[in-house]
């Protein structure tokens, strides 16, 4: 009798360890059907277009698991064709999950409107260096009187405060850095730049650095 007792006692403990088990896996595959929306942008993520002229938006593709849920898509653009600077276009979708949880995601396209009185009488592109720690920063020509300058604070990297701006030279001399996005946490970024001869000083309108002036060289 005292065996029988022993034999049903661990026949009801495997029971108890194998429901255990079968509810396990029934959580692991009630989470593994859970979705997420994603976005993929078409074509270029960054755009340049000439101040004046045309632009047509490629769009963005968004999927949920093996669906095409492209047509959900919410897009907003801010580009302006008669001014120059560099603007946005942002596609958003929303989905409400297996856990009735929502779920927004959103991609971004930025789109450069060149000058149409670009300077193409003088040429800045070469590295820099700021005076005070020598970090260096990269001028690129990337259009007609347009620049990427991949370090407009002039920090030392690594750090995630090396921040890339589009700078715009017009024919008249005048350069700008208006309002953009910049990566990073950062938010948007615009600053007062200004040439002299040996290379540019900039003070930058951001939360995350000073308003003091900045001063880069030529190397």
Known sequence: MKKLRNILAIVTVLATVMACDRDFESDDIALGVIRFPAI??????????????????????????????????????????NAPGVYTVNYTVTNVNELDEETTVVQQRIVVVAPSNPNTAVDLSGTYARTTNAAPAVWTKVAPGVYRNDNIGGVLPPS???????????????????????????????????LNANGYSVVIDNFGFLTNTRTFVKQ
Do not use: C, R
């Open 40 to 81: 993929q942008v078409v074509g270029d993520p960054v755009v340049f277009v000439s101040q004046g002229g045309s632009y047509s938006d490629a769009g963005a593709k968004a999927t949920l698991g093996s669906d095409d849920i492209t047509s959900s898509i919410e897009t907003e653009s801010t580009v302006d064709l």
């Open 160 to 194: 995630i405060a090396v921040l890339p701006v589009y700078v715009f030279h017009y024919a008249n001399g005048t350069i700008s850095i208006p309002e953009q996005p910049v990566p990073n946490g950062y938010g948007t970024l615009s600053a007062q730049i200004t």
